[in-house]
């Protein structure tokens, strides 16, 4: 059994919830997490947890053929099974937004390799074995 260790701020006093303040006369105090009114620690359990993710930034500047969006952004998810892309305009257009599975990925990179070999360039330093 872990003991938890409570760090009041300054001035509180331990009848109150050590996150927003109110009295346990007003709100009761959590049964799960001692210290926090069942009001915070409802809306404490409701956060997840905080992810890490691998994204990517591109200049479309660089890109001939790209003057409706100056910028492109990619995001993997939570648990690596796709991206998100994002294509944010230079203009008055509205963000774009889509989502890709790696496997709906490679289907779309083959299809546009079936079309025209030349239309796939891959830009990497990476070396895969």
């Known amino acids: 059994m872990t003991n938890n260790i409570i760090i009041w701020p300054q001035g509180m006093r331990r009848d109150h919830c050590r996150y927003c303040g109110v009295p346990f006369n007003e709100i009761p105090e959590s049964m799960s997490i001692p210290g926090v009114c069942e009001f915070c620690a409802e809306r404490k359990s409701a956060i997840g947890e905080v992810n890490h993710l691998k994204s990517v930034f591109v200049n479309m500047d660089k890109f001939k053929g790209c003057r409706n969006y100056s910028s492109l952004m990619v995001i993997e998810w939570p648990n690596a099974d796709g991206v998100d892309v994002y294509l944010h305009s230079c203009i008055a257009k509205p963000e774009r937004r ?32």
């Open 98 to 129: 889509f989502e890709l599975s790696y496997d709906e990925f490679e289907a779309l990179i083959n299809a546009v390799y079936a079309i025209d070999e030349s239309k796939v360039v891959v830009y990497s330093d990476k070396n895969y074995q």
